[in-house]
């Protein structure tokens, strides 16, 4: 009886999807319509912000402020995970003895990590001349963070410097905001010079926030992993 | 001709997709579940970078494929494997 109940309802359902999206002009072509935000953003977005790349202008300047927030749930997830994983039992984990990894393993994690971190650090300098940004470079460190918690375990991070790092990134994203406020005359407004497009030092403060962000993400996710690892159950 | 090919390799993904997640919905096996929903990660982002969106696509292979994965063995393997009844 449930079972047609729930078949009746699911078919009711999809037919009044179906009768409403039927006249939405689905998949046709926002873009090039004038009056659209789009077509505003492809034009003159390079030209306005210095950034080659047109999504880099849209999230870090049109949109900063919607960024910030996305950052601030970031941070108070990781912080509520930190409330959750924690535990004051640390000397029982010391007591155990782990089996260590072997030695080809520590090698390539050991030679693998400055990759990782140095290709994290590229995407996000870079993330206002092609595909990439803050938050991708951000969990790619995160990764390499992870490949060494996985492999070295002997070897130890300084979890104080992250969580002082991931503060000052912070700090320093929402400092820019109010500088832009003191000189530009809005919140997060590009005061900077833009500089020539296509240009590593091009932009404003769009780099500056950036790199801020990178590190953020980088330390808190590196933190989350850290806190999931060395958690006994 | 490219047009139609592009619109297959589409509804490929997007059917690839869905049986990922009828898969990581189905399986009793959590280990097997988390995998399957990297996958439907990874076809996600080759989807994305496919309707040119490479911005999307990195983002979601290295937090959807990568990191999520990551956290969700690591969670597993600290707790329990199999689904119970």
Redesign the interface.
């Known amino acids: 009886m449930r079972i047609v109940i729930s078949c009746a309802l699911l078919i009711i359902l999809s037919l009044g999807l179906v009768f409403a999206l039927e006249q939405a002009p689905l998949g046709s072509n926002h873009i090039d319509k004038k009056d659209k935000p789009g077509r505003y953003y492809l034009d003159q977005g390079m030209e306005k912000t210095g950034a080659a790349n047109v999504v880099t202008s849209v999230v870090v300047t049109y949109r900063g402020f919607d960024t910030l927030g996305e950052v601030t749930i970031l941070f108070i997830a990781a912080i509520g995970l930190g409330a959750v994983l924690y535990s004051r039992k640390k000397e029982k984990r010391d007591q155990k003895e782990k089996p260590s990894a072997s030695l080809i393993l520590q090698t390539g994690c050991r030679f693998l990590f400055p990759l990782i971190v140095l290709f994290g650090t590229y995407v996000f300098i870079h993330g206002h001349l092609s595909p990439g940004g803050g938050f991708q470079g951000g969990v790619i460190i995160a990764s390499a963070f992870l490949l060494l918690f996985l492999g070295c375990k002997e070897k130890k991070i300084p979890m104080k410097s992250m969580n002082a790092v991931e503060s000052l990134a912070g700090i320093i994203f929402v400092g820019i905001g109010l500088a832009g406020l003191y000189w530009g005359g809005s919140f997060l407004e590009n005061f900077l010079p833009r500089g020539m497009p296509h240009m590593l030092l091009s932009g404003g403060v769009i780099p500056i926030i950036y790199i801020a962000i990178g590190f953020k993400v980088g330390a808190e996710l590196a933190g989350i992993v850290a806190g999931l690892i060395e958690r006994n159950p | 001709m490219e047009e139609s090919l592009k619109q297959i390799l589409e509804l490929s993904l997007t059917l690839l997709m869905l049986g990922g997640a009828v898969c990581a919905c189905v399986f009793k096996d959590l280990l097997n579940a988390v995998i399957a929903g990297a996958f439907v990660s990874l076809m996600a982002a080759i989807l994305f970078y496919v309707l040119q969106a490479?911005?999307v696509?990195?983002?979601e292979a290295?937090?959807g494929a990568?990191?999520t994965t990551?956290?969700f063995v690591?969670?597993i393997k600290?707790?329990k494997r199999f689904e119970e009844e």
């Open positions: 490479p911005d696509a990195m983002a290295s937090i990568a990191l990551a956290i690591i969670a600290k707790t």
